[in-house]
T-cell receptor, first 109, second 114 residues
Framework: QKEVEQNSGPLSVPEGAIASLNCTYSDRGSQSFFWYRQYSGKSPELIMFIYSNGDKEDGRFTAQLNKASQYVSLLIRDSQPSDSATYLCALGGTYKYIFGTGTRLKVLA | DVKVTQSSRYLVKRTGEKVFLECVQDMDHENMFWYRQDPGLGLRLIYFSYDVKMKEKGDIPEGYSVSREKKERFSLILESASTNQTSMYLC?????????????FGPGTRLTVT
């Protein structure tokens, strides 16, 4: 079992819809969770981080963490074509970070 | 804003050459990391450092070495470049020792070894 699992996609949503990206992980001791956005040919940029169970909102983005079920999700409201990218889930271990392989999101105009 | 810079965006080297990739961060971060990213394989950790002159092997250190002589600079060295080291190389930094804080990435270096 991979340590961090994401559906590779592509996940296609119409413009204005809610995009829901999911990530499951295996290490119950993980304390910090991150979502990065990566445009083709560019480096990852941090969107959100979350440490506690529940929801954390920042503008159009909401991160949700459920440690008991070992998943973290990212909701993007009012999706725009500019949101089309690969979204990487990552978690913080003791000394290093573990990344999923990413979900490709396509927002259709 | 945190800024992580990398010495080159694109690099073409020949098999057997020694290759240096430089990374500099300007926010006094403790941790620095080198990853490579390949299609379908995601980000793979090569080496990381949580202090000056300290280095730790990541998941795929073979064929690479690193140097951290100053806190702000972390260099990745390919001792003898091979075609299977053609990849996107990403440097990152994070504020505190450990892996609790967010990482900031440089723009990446796309290395081609011919």
């Amino acid at each position: 079992q991979k340590e961090v699992e994401q559906n590779s996609g592509p996940l296609s949503v119409p413009e204005g819809a809610i995009a829901s990206l999911n990530c499951t992980y295996s290490d119950r001791g993980s304390q910090s969770f991150f979502w990065y956005r990566q445009y083709s040919g560019k480096s990852p940029e941090l969107i959100m981080f979350i440490y506690s169970n529940g929801d954390k909102e920042d503008g159009r983005f909401t991160a949700q963490l459920n440690k008991a079920s070992q998943y973290v999700s990212l909701l993007i409201r009012d999706s725009q074509p500019s949101d089309s990218a690969t979204y990487l889930c990552a978690l913080g271990g003791t000394y290093k970070y573990i990344f999923g392989t990413g979900t490709r999101l396509k927002v259709l105009a | 804003d945190v800024k992580v810079t990398q010495s080159s965006r694109y690099l073409v080297k020949r098999t057997g050459e020694k290759v240096f990739l430089e990374c500099v961060q300007d926010m006094d971060h403790e941790n620095m990391f080198w990853y490579r990213q390949d299609p379908g394989l995601g980000l793979r950790l090569i080496y990381f450092s949580y202090d000056v002159k300290m280095k730790e092997k990541g998941d795929i250190p073979e064929g690479y070495s690193v140097s951290r002589e100053k806190k702000e600079r972390f260099s990745l060295i390919l001792e003898s470049a091979s075609t299977n080291q053609t990849s996107m190389y990403l440097c990152a930094s994070s504020p505190e020792r450990g892996a609790r804080d967010e990482q900031y990435f440089g723009p990446g270096t796309r290395l081609t070894v011919t």
